[in-house]
């Protein structure tokens, strides 16, 4: 099932009309990278403590037409959607705001997740389980926290739990398709093998963390976010959700443009350095 699931994944999105670009010829993804947790994967429950209590457990969101422990013997299917080589080349050029690319691809590439998140859910269903895309539960919300802007559901730490990467200095994930891309997961109460997780450590994939090099995406944001320090995400939400918007959102035909000048011109772009 494992095998399917994933299949079917690929197939959506390498065949949607939904992950072309305007010219309807260029992809806002290459072939997705898909892992699998175990939805009583302990990490879930530390993730109450690492992130905040208002972060919800696959349980939890599961629960919503039935009990909570109905996804005790669950998973969470998670995926990467890896942006494609133009996308990244027109950013790397960027010093100030995202290129049309990248910011088309952050505003339509996420309309094409969200139709993944529902084709997923619809798809398990269909073979009698049951599922929720956390995201488009009535359950995630935004919060804010004392080290910043988060949610009751963080695509990214599914995906580490999954085993798909492994968190950067600046906060995204790097797996082995590199940092640029989307994330998306589903948990169903359908119980699959897990991805195991084999990283050494959370940070491992950052070489910043591995042996203290790189830290070239602290010089690539234009805010000054990044530092030793960590990420900022009180000036990074800012910059990227009002004054970049507000510049070039309206030219470039979009509401949410994202910035992604970290996760382009960077050793772990497009793999694991």
Not at 53 to 65: M, N, R, Y
Not at 262 to 270: A, F, G, R, T, Y
């Amino acid at each position: 099932m494992e095998k399917a699931i994933r299949e079917e994944i690929v197939r959506f999105v390498m065949t949607s009309p939904e992950n072309l670009q305007e010219d309807g010829a260029t992809p806002y993804f290459e072939e997705p990278l898909v892992g699998f947790a175990a939805a009583d994967d302990p990490l879930f429950i530390e993730y109450k403590k690492i992130i905040g209590d208002f972060h919800l457990t696959p349980g939890e969101f599961l629960s919503e037409p039935a009990g909570a422990s109905s996804a005790a013997q669950g998973t969470v299917i998670s995926w990467v959607l890896p942006l494609t080589a133009v996308t990244r080349k027109s950013n790397r050029v960027e010093d100030l705001w995202p290129s049309r690319a990248w910011a088309r691809t952050r505003h339509f590439g996420e309309v094409l997740n969200c139709s993944l998140r529902r084709h997923v859910v619809d798809y398990l269903q269909q073979r009698g389980s049951r599922a929720v895309a956390p995201q488009l539960s009535e359950r995630w919300k935004p919060v804010d926290a004392p080290d910043g802007p988060t949610s009751s559901w963080s695509e990214r730490h599914a995906a580490y739990a999954a085993g798909l990467g492994t968190f950067s200095l600046n906060d995204a994930l790097i797996t082995p398709k590199g940092i640029a891309h989307r994330l998306g997961s589903v948990i169903t109460d359908l119980k699959l093998s897990p991805t195991p997780v084999t990283a050494a450590h959370y940070r491992w994939n950052c070489l910043r963390f591995r042996d203290g090099g790189c830290g070239v995406c602290i010089n690539r944001c234009p805010v000054g976010a990044l530092s030793d320090a960590g990420h900022d995400k009180e000036i990074c939400r800012n910059y990227v959700y009002g004054t970049v918007p507000r510049t070039v959102g309206e030219q470039y035909g979009v509401t949410a443009t994202g910035c992604g000048l970290c996760q382009v011109k960077i050793p772990c772009e497009e793999q694991i350095p």
